[in-house]
């Protein structure tokens, strides 16, 4: 069982930044693929960005390439999505999890085992 918990969330104008962790507990959390996927008010959750268990692999939703960075600290189970240039088309709500997938990091929810609870970005305009 792993338990996923983010963090980071708040308040940020248009063009900002935020950086959003994910700590994870249980004894082989640090042995998933990892991913952050969002969710916009009205519309169903998407893929924002995953990373492979040794954090050689990333995968970014074409929405946030080049705006958007994940990362992970395998010695502290916590994983990071640094985001930047935000705007208010991007999703409302970011939630981390978690993948027993070996290889890469998915990029279809059904291929992720552990769901946090959410954190919430409002993006001023």
């Known amino acids: 069982q792993v338990q996923l918990v983010e963090s980071g969330g708040g308040l940020v104008q248009a063009g900002g930044s935020l950086r959003l962790s994910c700590a994870a507990s249980g004894r082989t959390s640090s042995s998933y693929a990892m991913g952050w996927w969002g969710q916009a008010p009205g519309k169903e959750r998407e893929f924002v960005a995953g990373?492979?268990?040794?954090?050689?692999?990333?995968s970014y939703a074409d929405s946030v390439k080049g705006r958007f960075t994940i990362s992970r600290d395998n010695a502290k189970n916590t994983v990071y999505l640094q985001m930047s240039s935000l705007n208010p088309e991007d999703p409302a709500v970011y939630y981390c999890a978690a993948s027993r997938q070996i290889l890469g990091a998915p990029t279809t929810a059904f291929k992720y085992d552990y769901w946090g609870q959410g954190t919430q970005v409002t993006v001023s305009s």
């Open positions: 990373i492979s268990v040794s954090g050689s692999s990333t």
